[in-house]
């Protein structure tokens, strides 16, 4: 329990140091103009310097991501296939299955996975 609590006590501590140099070297920085602008061979930029993002891509991209998620799930089962109750790892397939066609059901309809608007 002593271990315990030195252990938190030295985290907090950590932590609130950490904090507050952060604050201390964090004021500098704000108040330094020209490193927060963009460099554009030392004249002030012309344009803006974000370029715009496609959130249809960003769709796909975490709808991409789900679904790799969703096999990494499926994989495993079919190594256990034959060392599990037949009846239990059909409803888990199944199931798991279904929430993947329900989930690209719902994109579908709204118009997420379509590119052209």
Not at 28 to 46: H, Q, Y
Not at 65 to 71: G, M
Not at 78 to 91: F, G, P, Q, R, V
Request: contains cysteine; proline residues 3%.
């Amino acid at each position: 329990m002593l271990k315990l609590t030195i252990m938190l006590f030295l985290t907090l501590t950590l932590s609130t140091v950490m904090c507050i140099l952060y604050q201390l070297i964090n004021k500098k920085m704000i108040m330094e103009r020209n490193k927060m602008t963009p460099f554009e061979c030392g004249f002030d930029p012309k344009s803006s310097s974000r370029l715009p993002f496609s959130t249809q891509f960003f769709l796909i991209g975490i709808l991409f991501l789900i679904f790799d998620v969703e096999l990494v799930m499926i994989m495993p089962m079919i190594i256990t296939l034959k060392k599990s109750n037949m009846i239990m790892w059909y409803m888990t397939s199944v199931s798991i299955i279904m929430i993947l066609i329900v989930g690209l059901y719902y994109e579908w309809k709204n118009g997420v996975i379509e590119w052209i608007n």
